[in-house]
């Protein structure tokens, strides 16, 4: 086994070695991938942020520093050097990881591959152990991202992506698929108990509770990310995958 790190934006996981497959989820600049075999153009491997395994283009694989910050940014611009007019190395998206090795008037200077720099805005990352404990706020900022199954970026994500991208600013670790989510926290007995921040699971789906009444998710039926009264979502989502399966409060480990 050998650890590398993602040193593209964003990396597609399949669960075979063919770009045709379905995409199971995406892996960020930044994030460690632990490599058990390489074969071709594809190396086989698990994701050390939620331990999801699949296949990765070995090009997408690298060398990078230790991280030192989140992107905690909907989205952000790497550039050349400081001045806004530069030259963007590359996009970054939320939940990306990086090195900062020098912190100016409102930029930080962090790690590229190939052990180049590159210039992102301060107000754009956070430190990576830092907590924001409304993170409903997080998941927020995606408002109108389109549907994306197996996304995981603000370019497009599912609805299990929203919530652990999301969660992850409170130093939440959830697994990457409703299947697993559905267990996190503790157990919420009746709909006239959920709160913001609550998860309601249906059938391969999660939202995120803003308010007692009001749902935010990633879904297929609006194709993007919506807010509607939950009691809406219920009505429809019932007569495609059934009544809800799960509702949990997550507890926080900070």
């Known amino acids: 086994m050998s650890i590398k790190h993602i040193i593209v934006r964003s990396a597609p996981l399949y669960a075979v070695a063919d770009y045709a497959a379905e995409l199971e989820t995406e892996c960020l600049f930044g994030e460690q991938f632990d490599v058990v075999k390489s074969e071709l153009t594809f190396s086989f491997g698990k994701l050390v942020t939620d331990g999801y395994e699949g296949w990765v283009p070995t090009a997408a694989l690298g060398e990078l520093p230790t991280a030192t910050h989140r992107i905690s940014a909907l989205g952000t611009w790497v550039r050349a050097n400081e001045d806004i007019k530069s030259q963007s190395l ?111 699971f249906w059938k391969g789906h999660v939202g995120v509770m803003q308010s007692a009444t009001q749902l935010l998710h990633a879904n297929a039926h609006h194709m993007q990310v919506a807010s509607e009264p939950l009691q809406q979502a219920v009505e429809r989502i019932k007569l495609k995958e059934g009544p809800i399966t799960a509702m949990q409060r997550l507890v926080s480990r900070a």
């Open 90 to 200: 590359m996009s970054l998206s939320m939940g990306s990881l990086v090195t900062v090795q020098q912190q100016a008037d409102r930029i930080n200077q962090v790690a590229m591959p190939l052990d180049a720099q590159g210039y992102i805005p301060q107000s754009h990352s956070m430190v990576a152990e830092e907590v924001q404990h409304d993170w409903v706020c997080v998941a927020e900022l995606f408002l109108g991202v389109p549907y994306l199954w197996g996304g995981r970026t603000q370019n497009g994500l599912d609805c299990s992506a929203l919530v652990q991208l999301a969660a992850q600013s409170a130093q939440l670790k959830l697994p990457r698929n409703t299947s697993q989510q559905q267990y996190e926290g503790n157990a919420i007995d009746s709909v006239e108990q959920l709160q913001r921040g609550d998860l309601v």
